[in-house]
């Protein structure tokens, strides 16, 4: 069998997971009885991270945890109004309470427990009351916090008993508390700062870090690393800058974004209240514990693979805008990050096959679903791009990942992967059960291709290297129904597509 090409790696994550445990470490140290560090971006499964650092293990994190779970505690923070209205994690495609029901099970599967959940901003809303009673019903503790009183700018009533003083106490009893949460937003920053509030008073002495893995404060501010994340957050409009503060108190340079530099003076004076004068941090930077610049090992490759996530988010995001869920600023402030880096959605190498796979089979007059003719290309891990488009039979993404791996199997093409007893048995189901169209979405294809596999050595074969599209680029010309995005997230491809829908129908099921 072929061996697959290697994957480029631009990262090394033993080294950052070696800087990284001693520059927590050291802050955990700096404080006599307890640190509060608050985790942005993803604790588990960071594909962004991945995807812009080739190599990056999108779990490094979990190990770091791992490695400190003897001393750490874990708090997960979920903004009650993400709740209510169902805000989605797009590479996981569910809601940020499932989310955040989904991250207490993994961090089991770790041998990591959560200490407790904090439902922030609680204002009695009904979903987060259904998900606090769902949680304590099985056996997790929850708490509720109001929105601060005073905040942001009357410090005298925030580190207050009206203020910081109203929320519940989190018991704790590790001296590094991980504060953690679905995405931006979540309230994480207000506990941690209630945590000390509530310690100070008892006489402890806590303190409070950041650990953010971008922007990356070590590297210039138009590294496409540092850009990609601008295109990351382009819906919730961050943007880099240079950390004013730190450049006043250190003269030296340094990245930040602008909520951490706009809400720092704010920071500062609670942490003064808190502690007393000399106990806040200088900088934004100062206040941060991230080491990910020193886990770069080929920036050539970094820069690359940073400047194809820019293209991904655009595409991402006028997919969103077509179906309404992201406006047209968002989509133009992605297109001005993409053309700041010099590159458009045709440097992304699949895109331009895809379409021409839906040309051709437009030439060559086949039966489009709908009159709609689709293509899918994907690019494999030697960099060869194998194409698919629609039919009768089978959907564009379908037939692109059979194509695909019969080439990764060194199958021949006049092979059959998927038995046409079993083809036309799915077909008269369909049939049967009245749905529309019997062409096979992704995930009707990957259990034909299984159940095929039992009788058939090629199938079984081709079934071994699903495993190898893992990490590749993929592009399809139209927004895929769920069976096609519910397959291709299990197959774990990069996926971009045009912003049409195939075909006119508004509902599809």
């Not at 505690?73 to 009650?80: G, Q």
């Not at 093409?413 to 189901?429: C, N, Q, Y």
Request: with cysteine; hydrophobic share 40%; net charge neutral.
């Amino acid at each position: 069998m072929p061996m697959t090409a290697p994957r480029i790696v631009g990262f090394d994550n033993d080294k950052y997971l070696s800087e990284q445990t001693a520059s927590i470490l050291e802050r955990v140290g700096r404080f006599g009885d307890k640190l509060y560090l608050e985790f942005g971006g993803k604790l588990l499964w960071d594909f962004h991270a991945a995807r812009v650092l080739p190599g990056y293990d999108p779990n490094v994190k979990m190990r770091l945890l791992q490695q400190l779970k003897d001393r750490a505690d874990l708090i997960l923070c979920i903004f009650a109004g993400d709740i209510e209205r169902k805000k989605m994690r797009g590479d996981f495609g569910i809601t940020y309470d499932a989310d955040a029901l989904k991250l207490i099970d993994d961090l089991r599967e770790w041998g990591l427990e959560v200490t407790a959940v904090v439902i922030t901003r609680f204002e009695n809303q009904p979903a987060a009351s259904l998900f606090k009673n769902n949680l304590e019903r099985r056996g997790v503790r929850v708490y509720t916090h109001r929105f601060t009183r005073g905040y942001p700018t009357d410090v005298d009533l925030i580190v207050s008993d009206e203020g910081y003083g109203a929320n519940p106490h989190i018991e704790t009893r590790k001296p590094l508390v991980v504060v953690t949460g679905p995405g931006p937003g979540s309230g994480k920053l207000a506990t941690c700062l209630s945590q000390l509030y509530h310690d100070h008073k008892k006489g402890l002495n806590s303190g409070y870090a950041k650990f953010e893995t971008f922007p990356i404060w070590s590297i210039p501010l138009k590294h496409p690393v540092n850009v990609a994340y601008e295109a990351a957050t382009a819906d919730i409009r961050d943007f880099n800058l240079i950390d004013p503060f730190h450049l006043e108190a250190t003269g030296q340079t340094s990245v930040n974004y602008n909520r951490d530099v706009e809400v720092f003076p704010v920071v500062k004076r609670i942490l003064e209240r808190i502690a007393g004068p000399g106990a806040a941090y200088k900088s934004p930077t100062d206040m941060g514990v991230n080491r990910a610049g020193f886990g770069i090992v080929d920036d050539a490759v970094v820069r690359r693979a940073a400047c194809q996530e820019v293209i991904r988010r655009f595409f991402r995001y006028a997919c969103e805008h077509a179906a309404g869920l992201a406006d047209r600023e968002t989509v133009q402030r992605s297109e001005l990050i993409m053309k700041e880096l010099g590159v458009g959605p045709e440097a992304r190498l699949v895109v331009a096959p895809a379409r021409a796979a839906a040309e051709e089979a437009q030439r060559k007059k086949g039966k489009g679903v709908d009159g709609v003719f689709c293509g899918a290309a994907i690019e494999l891990p030697g960099g060869e791009i194998v194409t698919g488009k629609n039919s009768p039979l089978m959907h564009a993404a379908s037939s692109a990942v059979l194509n695909a791996v019969k080439r990764l199997a060194e199958i021949p093409d006049k092979f059959h992967l998927l038995s046409p007893t079993i083809v036309e048995s799915i077909g008269r189901m369909k049939k049967a059960l009245r749905t529309r169209t019997v062409s096979l979405d992704m995930e009707e294809t990957l259990i034909a291709l299984s159940i095929s596999a039992t009788t058939n050595p090629a199938a079984q074969h081709a079934v071994e290297r699903l495993g190898d599209l893992a990490g590749c680029e993929m592009h399809i010309t139209h927004i895929p129904p769920p069976g096609d995005d519910a397959g291709l997230r299990q197959l774990g491809v990069n996926l971009t597509t045009d912003p049409e829908f195939a075909g006119k129908r508004l509902f599809v099921s």
